[in-house]
């Protein structure tokens, strides 16, 4: 099969773009998402039936809310060390006397990658987990159409004010009774961002026509972002914001009525790496403070533990409770027991079993066999246990044994919710491996068959020959079509496997095994060929039958070892760390290549001497033979070009040697410069060393000496 290189650059180009789609549709895999529709909205489920005939709970209706009035303070890039650290307690004095001594609750939350603002900030009101595809719309958010907090507060009555980041007025468009969006696309601005938010709190804390406060400052995320999490002005901010959350907590308790108490809540959307970045999963990144400040709360004493790890969206759940609301139906998070501790035993199992029961439904909508999962299990023992105990409170029995229960069925709970709540998460963060494998494949198939045929394709006007037509009718592709076929069936017949390539119809799959066994035939075809086509070797054996070098080997080897490695998620930014590494190898292969050039060759190859002589020898024997004449002279001057042919004489042969050497030198000066990516910026370089108060004498001298150069000039 004879085809123009243009047309068959572009076909593979359109084989390339489907094995990319492929991929790419298995990399981000789909969100666990609830079924649309009136089953979805269906009203809140009813206590658990107490077995036995008669007798029937009457508790149908969503419990009423546990606070009056609910701020929640969002610090943008607040590291969990910048509160529980040593420079909460330096710069944070209010804070930390509240979390070791007040009527407080102190957690670690834990945020999942894309640590960036807008699938935080998605994640702590949805109580989903967004995935990396939410990266690309960060900088333009569009409104949140999934089920969320600000939406059920809306939709109950309540009424909503915001400040600070327009990421949440673009998500939440007409959400809010007032607003005022702060922009966060300016880095540089520290102070004014915090005070377009500060501003309105005197104003805002003396009205009671507002139910939910929320407050994103951005000041401290400006400031990671230019000068890192250990730059001077860190402190300073912390202290603000310790001033801001002294002023809301004492202007909440001083209008507290007897009848609901009002909560602050302080976290943070993710935290700041050693660089003042974001966007990892670093520990810095991934962990930030959650705090729950209350009056219902019972006061500390003691010791202060170390907080307890929580998931971040766990928060969305916990206010949903906290605000007498409906859970939202995509939320995998579970409540946090310790905010609803002061209740009853049955308000705390009503509690637990609204959440499980969300749960439960939202894995039945998105797993087949959730029957089997350990989860829904545990949480349909701990409803049958809730059951037992709801029959023993309405028959009155008010002893010991109702109490132990009901600890024992909250327990059965909470390991129900932790272990639903994992297994949503885990499908989530779960990639469609089968369609990732076989988008990969095809990919690179298509790039060997490329790379075989690219000698023959350089030119515009070459024509060559695609080694397709021969495969196509070979037992070796039957053969891989009904093995890729078999396989194909095991894969999406199994119970457990839920992929895109399995949705597709069969006529469509079986075209895609085709073209995989199609490519693979062409591509051992060309193999083949190409041995065919090659020439037998030399029978000088001093000469290598080979046109790759080890240098060129080593070069093509390295390219594609790069390539591959911008492929994992841990280069994306230490990439520049194989090109050092690649840089390194290849002058100490060249420095080991002219050695052994230059030195070792009489030595290694003894008959390399007399070879040369042997070839001037036939030179000589052929003009005798042609009756030519060669002089004496002729001969020394021959005898001389094959000397120097073997050896290189004089200064440029230490230069050469040299040269790989100062490579390396320079390659190192000028990496420590500055240190690059994430792992290594904080490591002193040439940049902090300047940048340091000891060295004034040095930099006074440097800047002398250039304006002396200028002044020349």
């Keep these: 099969m004879r085809l123009r290189s243009g047309v068959f650059a572009s076909s593979c180009l359109l084989v390339q773009a489907l094995g990319v789609a492929l991929f790419l549709r298995g990399f ?21 039936a107490p077995p036995g005939a008669g007798m029937v709970s009457n508790w149908t209706k969503i419990p009423p809310p546990l606070f009056k009035k609910v701020v929640i303070v969002l610090i943008d890039a607040l590291r969990d060390d910048f509160v529980f650290g040593s420079k909460g307690k330096q710069f944070m004095p209010y804070t930390t006397q509240v979390v070791e001594k007040g009527t407080s609750y102190s957690f670690i939350a834990e945020a999942k990658p894309p640590t960036v603002t807008m699938p935080r900030i998605k994640a702590l009101m949805t109580g989903s987990i967004p995935g990396f595809i939410d990266v ?5 958010s569009p409104a949140l159409l999934d089920d969320n907090l600000i939406w059920q507060a809306k939709t109950a009555g309540k009424r909503i004010i915001f400040y600070g980041d327009d990421t949440w007025v673009k998500l939440f468009p007409k959400h809010f009774v007032e607003y005022d969006g702060t922009t966060s696309f300016f880095v540089s601005d520290f102070t004014e961002v915090d005070d377009n938010v500060t501003r309105h709190l005197d104003r805002v804390l003396k009205r009671e026509d507002w139910d939910l406060l929320i407050l ?70 991934v962990h930030t403070p959650l705090l729950f400040i209350s009056s219902a709360f019972e006061k500390r004493s003691g ?78 023992i701990a ?49 469609d491996m089968y369609s990732m494998m076989v988008g990969t494949v095809i990919i690179m198939e298509v790039l060997l068959l490329l790379l075989l045929s690219v000698p023959k394709a350089l030119s515009k006007r070459a024509e060559f020959e695609v080694p397709l037509s021969p495969p196509l009718f070979s037992l070796l592709f039957y053969l891989m079509c009904l093995l890729l076929c078999a396989v194909h069936v095991i894969v999406c017949t199994s119970a457990e496997s839920l992929c895109y390539f399995c949705s597709m119809s069969w006529l ?44 060129d080997v080593l070069i093509l080897a390295g390219t594609i070892g790069h390539v591959l490695s911008l492929g994992a998620s841990s280069f994306i930014e230490e990439e520049h760390q194989t090109w050092y590494f690649l840089i390194n190898t290849l002058c100490l292969v060249l420095c080991q290549d002219l050695c052994r050039n230059y030195f070792l060759l009489k030595e290694c190859d003894p008959q390399h001497s007399t070879n040369v002589k042997q070839n001037f020898d036939s030179i000589g024997e052929t003009s005798e033979y042609k009756n030519i004449d060669i ?29 790989p050497w100062i490579i390396l030198i320079c390659c190192r000066l000028l990496r420590s410069l500055n240190q690059t990516g994430v792992q290594w910026a904080h490591r002193p370089d040439f940049g902090h060393w300047l940048t340091r108060q000891t060295v004034k004498p040095e930099k006074y001298f440097v800047g002398k000496k250039s304006k002396r150069k200028s002044d020349s000039r």
């Design 303 to 380: 010791p202060l533990a170390q907080p307890e790890h929580v998931q971040q969206t766990d928060l969305a759940s916990t206010l949903a409770i906290g605000l007498g609301l409906p859970i939202s139906r995509n939320s995998v998070g579970n409540l946090i027991l310790p905010v609803v501790g002061g209740k009853t035993m049955r308000e705390q199992l009503r509690f637990v079993h609204l959440n499980g029961f969300q749960l439960s439904r939202l894995l039945q909508q998105n797993t087949l066999a959730y029957e089997k999962d350990p989860g829904y299990e545990h949480f349909k």
């Design 28 to 48: 981000f895999p789909v969100p666990v998402r609830s079924l649309p529709g009136r089953e979805a909205r269906a009203d809140p489920p009813a206590e658990p």
């Design 383 to 431: 409803e049958k246990s809730h059951g037992n105990w709801i029959k023993l409170y309405l028959e009155g029995n008010n002893s010991e044994i109702l109490l132990n229960l009901g600890k024992k069925v909250l327990k059965q709970y909470l390991e129900a919710l932790k272990t639903l709540s994992s297994s949503l998460s885990k499908q989530v963060a779960q990639y």
């Design 508 to 551: 469509t799959a079986v075209g895609v095994m085709m073209l995989i066994s199609a490519l693979m035939c062409g591509i051992l075809s060309a193999i083949a060929k190409m041995f065919e086509n090659s020439r037998p070797p030399p029978k000088n054996p001093t000469v290598s039958s080979s046109s790759w070098s080890e240098i």
């Design 136 to 140: 690309v719309v960060n900088l333009n």
């Design 631 to 659: 002089p004496a002279a002729s001969n020394s001057k021959l005898g001389k070009a094959s000397s120097s042919s073997e050896f290189i004489k004089g200064s440029d042969k230490w230069i050469s040697v040299a040269t």
């Design 216 to 285: 994103h400052y951005l000041g401290l995320d400006h400031i990671g972002h230019m000068t890192g999490p250990n730059s001077p002005l860190v402190g300073p901010k912390l202290r603000e914001m310790d001033n801001i959350l002294k002023k809301i907590h004492i202007s909440l308790l001083s209008k507290e009525e007897s009848s609901l108490p009002n909560l602050l809540v302080v976290c943070g959307d993710h935290g700041m790496s050693e660089t003042g970045s974001h966007g990892g999963s670093s520990e810095g990144e």
